[in-house]
Structures are given as structure tokens and as C-alpha cells.
């Protein structure tokens, strides 16, 4: 009851149907769930459990952090960080049994060096730069990185790995030469005799249009939560959203025509109309860009949000015939009668990515889980 208005609701039955449509869909591959920045907005440690629960034998985080929470949690599967890392933290690394990414001969050394020094085997992923000139040594000198990491004495080589930098977009061709890339580098173990490690490149734009690029193992992250990377992807396979966002009418008044409304006077009533204050803004990160252009969904009506979205509170012009009352239910992202304010929407109008959209939904904003019937909170979910 002390719950604030405005929740964020995660259903996890969605995100296990997501998961099982997609391991459907690029196998044999295995599916690696991608949980990195709160798992996309939707609770690290719930996503992880149902996940684990359903079968998912990998998880992958950017940080070390998310890993270690993982592992407070309980989760037991292998974890991978798929960052960049600094060498202070390789102690923690294997001291949490979490995967490292080595994206260079002497990120690989320092690994080695500290797992002779722990008395371990440290589980690694060799990172390969074939274009997107970010982390990971590049196509045209892997080798080195290849032959060192045979060669240490206390490195596991779980996977080698690369990403794509345009596997969204609509012409491939890019993508492709990367792929190519990838696969000469990797024929180095063939060449050699030795067992191929685990080889994964496809993150949901390949998982969705580039088959080829499957491999052994597919790294979705925002398909898994339901939601289009791009466009012309949508609907290529049937997933559910995860996220929906509510909150209620906690105010109403009437606006005299020429009045303004909220900060720096945006939006002025063209006639005598009614406002509803919903408790939710830019601080729960709501993007204020959405001022004067977004919308909610009430009563399965949708109206626009006029002024600027505040901190804490934004307002929404139901016009001078509009019905709401305190305590109605608002809609932000979600359906509500036979609407619907998806993800992708909010993305077109701010002229973002989707997942600027979800990483920015905060921890101020409690999360509240559905599954299998039941409904419990973060704190629960965390316990």
C-alpha cells in the first residue's frame, strides 16, 4: 500500500515466451540472454531467475558488478562480462567466478598471470574487432591474441567473439564482410587441429534477419524484452513486450483558455480545458523530450502531454469534454482498452534508440513482476 502511483510492470511470462521463440528460431544455436544495464530496464536478478528457471544455460553483462549481483542472487549458470576491463579488477573476476572478455595479448597476460597467482583456470573470451573499432584486437592481427591464449597455461578459451556494427539496418552488405572476417580468424583453431571454441556475433538485428550469422551462440537483448531493434524487423518473429508503464491521475483542474502550463510556458490552452497532473517525470527517466509531444493512454482514450515534463509530475490535456478523476489509471507505454503506446513509438518521437528508451527507466521507478499468476515486487525478487 505505501507502493508509489507510478510502476513499471515486467511481465516475465512474456520474456520466457520471448526466449523460448527465439531458441526456436536460431537453433541449434543457443540463446545468450543479454542482461547488461538491469537487464534492459526490466530487474537484473528477476529476468535472470525466470530465465535460469526456463533453461537458459549463459547469461551476458557489460560489468563486473552485474555479474557479482547475479551471484549474490543465487544465479549459477556461467556469466559473461562482455566489457572492457580494467586489470585491478581480474581478482574479482575469478574470485566471483564470472566469465572475462581478454581484448588484447596484454589483457590476456594480466589474466593469465592472476589465475597462476589464485592457483585457477579463468574462463575467457577472446573479443575480435572486425569493424566495429570498439573493443577487441583486430581481424588482421588476431592471430597473436589466438596463439597466446593456446598457449597459457591457465586460461579456458570458452568463446571467441565479435559485433556487428550494422546488423539492424536493412542492406546486410556490411555486416556480411564482418562476418567473413570472423570466420577467418576463427579457422585458426581448424588450421591447428584444436577444438573450436564457442562462436557468437549476432546480436537481435542478426538474430532476426541474418542467419548465417547464428553460429553457435545468438546474444539478444532487446528482442528478448519484445521490442523491434529497427523498423522493417518488426514482426519477423512473434514476441510480447516485457515493459509496461503506469502510473494514475493524482490531480485535475480546469485551465482558462491563454493559460500556460508547467515550465517556460511551452504550451498555452487554446480554450477552457482540463489537465490531469500524473506523478511521474524526467527524474524516473521519462525523457523530457517527450514535452508537448508525447502521449497517454486513459479511460482507452489517448491524449497529449502539454508543458514540459517536469521532474516529478507531468500534465495531460483531456480537453474541455475529457472525463478522468483522481485516482484513474494513466498509461504511458502499454495498452489500455484498444490502445496501444509501444516502445518503438516513444523511440520515433525523441528520435532515439529503443533502448535509450528502457536503460533510462530508473531505479526510482518500482518494478512489479507478474508470473505464472503471481505478483511480487523488486525487493521480494531481490531477496
Request: charged letters at 20%; hydrophobic letters at 45%; proline letters at 4%.
Amino acid at each position: 500500500h505505501l507502493l508509489r502511483p507510478t510502476v513499471a510492470e515486467i511481465d516475465l511470462d512474456a520474456l520466457v515466451a520471448n526466449f523460448r521463440t527465439i531458441q526456436a528460431a536460431v537453433g541449434p544455436a543457443r540463446v545468450l540472454p543479454i542482461l547488461k544495464a538491469n537487464a534492459y530496464g526490466h530487474g537484473l536478478v528477476p529476468c535472470a531467475r525466470a530465465l535460469e528457471k526456463e533453461g537458459a544455460s549463459f547469461f551476458g553483462v557489460a560489468l563486473l558488478e552485474e555479474g557479482i549481483a547475479l551471484r549474490q542472487a543465487g544465479i549459477r549458470v556461467p556469466i559473461m562480462a562482455l566489457g572492457g576491463i580494467a586489470g585491478r579488477q581480474i581478482d574479482g573476476f575469478l574470485t566471483h567466478g564470472i566469465d572475462i572478455t581478454a581484448s588484447s595479448v596484454m589483457k590476456l597476460q594480466q589474466v593469465e598471470a592472476t589465475a597462476r597467482k589464485l592457483g585457477v583456470r579463468a574462463r575467457v573470451h577472446l573479443k575480435i574487432d572486425t569493424g566495429m573499432e570498439r573493443i577487441g584486437v583486430h581481424y588482421y592481427t588476431a592471430e597473436s591474441l589466438l596463439a597466446e591464449a593456446v598457449a597459457c597455461q591457465h586460461i579456458e578459451i570458452v568463446s571467441v567473439f565479435s559485433h556487428f556494427a550494422t546488423a539492424e539496418q536493412e542492406d546486410l552488405g556490411f555486416a556480411k564482410i564482418q562476418l567473413e572476417r570472423f570466420l577467418e580468424c576463427t579457422a585458426f583453431f581448424e588450421r591447428r587441429s584444436l577444438p573450436m571454441p564457442l562462436r557468437h556475433m549476432a546480436n537481435s538485428g542478426a538474430v532476426l534477419q541474418f542467419q548465417e550469422a547464428h553460429l553457435d551462440l545468438v546474444r539478444p537483448g532487446l528482442a528478448l524484452f519484445g521490442v523491434s531493434p529497427a523498423p522493417h524487423l518488426a514482426g519477423r518473429l512473434s514476441l510480447q513486450p516485457v515493459l509496461s508503464l503506469r502510473s494514475e491521475i493524482v490531480f485535475f483542474k480546469v485551465v482558462r483558455a491563454g493559460a500556460s502550463v508547467s515550465y517556460d510556458r511551452t504550451w498555452t490552452a487554446p480554450e477552457d480545458t482540463r489537465i490531469v497532473t500524473v506523478p511521474i517525470g524526467y527524474g524516473d527517466g521519462f525523457s523530457r523530450r517527450l514535452s508537448n509531444r508525447g502521449s497517454v493512454l486513459l479511460r482507452g482514450k489517448r491524449y497529449p502531454l502539454v508543458g514540459k515534463i517536469c521532474m516529478d509530475q507531468l500534465m495531460v490535456d483531456i480537453g474541455p469534454d475529457g472525463v478522468g478523476y483522481n485516482g484513474d489509471e494513466v498509461v504511458l507505454i502499454g495498452t489500455q482498452g484498444g490502445e496501444r503506446i509501444s516502445i518503438e513509438e516513444l523511440t520515433e518521437l525523441v528520435e532515439t534508440d529503443p533502448r535509450d528508451i528502457l536503460t533510462s527507466l530508473n531505479v526510482r521507478l518500482p518494478r512489479r513482476f507478474h508470473q505464472g499468476g503471481r505478483e511480487f515486487l523488486q525487493d521480494e525478487a531481490s531477496a
